[in-house]
Every structure is written in structure tokens, then in C-alpha cells.
């Protein structure tokens, strides 16, 4: 390694004192720092040396951390240095130690069923949180024009709904092909081959699409958007825009939720057609309906108002979708452990809501009348 006038050097003046010299600062890069620990490793008892850093250029609190590393946290007893440099090491004796992890898996089921209804609930709290944010930040956004993100607003819309109408299209398709052979096969038997067009034409604009919808744009959509902020823990950039000054809510979760609640009841309609083409073509192919039969009968049993609800079941998973992704995102901890962790609850925590929801909202507008 090429030594250059300002690198950080010592010498040992005697049997008992050490004079350091150059800059130890930032720019001690980590071999150069190994090095230095491994020579300073050769001393018996480091602090017993009188030190000298009168001749020291630069020292910030990296250079001093190496330092009190040597001196194994303590000063040692004879040391000459400049108040600034003086004051630099009582920081760190101030420095509280890293306190040792609180977390450790109990043996009791007890606790662990306790900790876990704990997590849930903290975790859901944290997801109501990063919704109230969001909605101060449109309510910012409404009152100052200019700071509305449209260009990232229109980024996610483009991810999250162009990007995924291939898979969403032969998903939709297959599960289409699939229901009408499987639901007609039974009603051949009683001679009703096709009422499955109006069981289709029913069930797919409400449910089906909606449904399988979300659950597909979960796994693919969700997971993508906690990988995507998670890493910017890893590469500082969260930290870098919060030092900024710029509301990490507002630039990485509001652009993702808008672009989802824009992008998944247009998705829901793409997946009802592509489902509803599937049944028709297993329909002719497995039943011997015909194309004209389902497309006269599917535009008489398809309902104004379950296309309604199909839509807005389509926004509202979007929003879950967006809200859970980012808050998991934006509470990862800056490792990849912690990210694929969070990446994995992301999409337990957006599939487990969907399905409740769906099932809460159905049973609510059949109270209502509307099913």
C-alpha cells in the first residue's frame, strides 16, 4: 500500500512514548485502518504509553474512534493533545455503549402468543399512522399545486398497471377457461349448460376480477414497492432524503398509493374482459355455446352496479396494496435480513386484508341490498 504525506503514521519514540502524525480522519480507508490495528496489537498495554498528537494534521471522530479502540475505551494516563482533539475523545467516553438486543425467543408459547398479538397490533397501528400521513400530505398538496409529485404519480401508474396486464390478461384468461368447464361439466348434467354464461357474467364483474386482481397485483405490486424503498435504507438514500429536508411519506409512499388507486380499477376491467373471453371460448369449446349465445347473453346479465362495485373493490385493494408495501418499505432496517423479512410480511399482511376485506364488504352490501 503506497503511503502518502498525509496518511495516518505513528512512531515509537523510546519504550514509552508514541507520536502520531498525519490526517486520521474519513479518508482512512478500511485497510489502511486494519493495518493500523494489527500494528497497534504488537503493544502490551497501550494506554501505559505517553501519546503525543501535537503533530497530528487532521482528527475527526472516525480517526478518534480508531484510537479509543487502542486505549480499549479509557484515555490513557499521560496524553498530549489539543482541547479540540481532547474534547473529541470525552464525546466518546460520553457515548453511551450499544446496548445488547432486547430481542430473544422465548421458550414459553405463552409469550411468543403475546408478543405476536403485540407485533400485530403495532403493526397495524403503524399502517393507520402512514394513512393519516398520507392524508395531510394530499391535504398539503391540495393547498401548495406545486409540490403534487405528478411525475412519479405518473411513473407508478405506468409500473403498476401497463407493466402487469400480460400476466393479469392470462391469469384472468386461464381462471375464465378453468371456472366454465369445471361450474359446466355440472350443469351439463342437469341439461343448463348455459347458465354459466349468467353465473360468469355475474360473478366475474363483482368478484372474480376484483379478486383476483388484488391478490395477483399483492405478490407482484406489493412486494415490489417494500423491496424498493427497503433498499434505499441499504443505500442511505431514506436518509438522504429525510436530511434533505423532503417528507419521505409524501415523495415515496403518496405516489405509490395514488398510482395504485388510479391504476387498479382500469386493471380490474382488463382482467373481467380477458376472464370473460376465457369462458367464452371454453364455453364453445367444452359445452358447444355459442360465441353469439354468450356475448348477447353476458351483456343482459351483466349489471350496471356489480361493475360499480368491481371498480371500487379495485381502488380500495390498490390503496391496501400501496399503504401496506410502503409502510413495511419505509420500516425496514437497513440490512437485507430485514428486508427480505419485511418483503415477506408485506405480502402475507396485503393478501390477508384483501381476502377481509372482500369478505367484510360482501357481507355489508348484502345487508344493504346491493347483492
Partial sequence: MEKTASDPTWRRDGDARITLSGSWNLLVDERRRRRLFRDFAQLDSPRAYHWNLHDVEALDSTGALVLWKVWNGRLPERLDCSDDQRRLFQRLAATPPLAESSRRVSENWLERFGAGILTVLATGAGIFTLAGQLMLDAAYCLRHPRVVPWKEISANVYHIGVTAMLLLGSIGFLVGAVMTIQVGLVLAQFGASAMVIGMMATAVPRELGAVVTGLLMAGRTGSAMTASIGAMHITEEYDALQALGSSPSLRLALPRVLGAVIAM???????????????????????????????????????????????GKGALFGFVIALVGSYFGMSASPDTESLSRTTTFSVVTSLTSILLLDASLGAMLTHVGLL
Wanted: net charge neutral.
Fill in 265 to 311: 380499477p382500469m386493471l380490474v376491467v382488463w382482467t373481467d374482459c380477458t376472464t370473460l373471453l376465457g369462458s367464452a371460448i371454453a364455453a364453445h369449446a367444452g359445452l358447444a355455446v355459442n360465441y353469439r349465445l354468450f356475448l348477447a347473453q353476458s351483456l343482459q346479465q351483466v349489471q350496471v352496479v356489480n361493475v360499480w362495485i368491481g371498480l
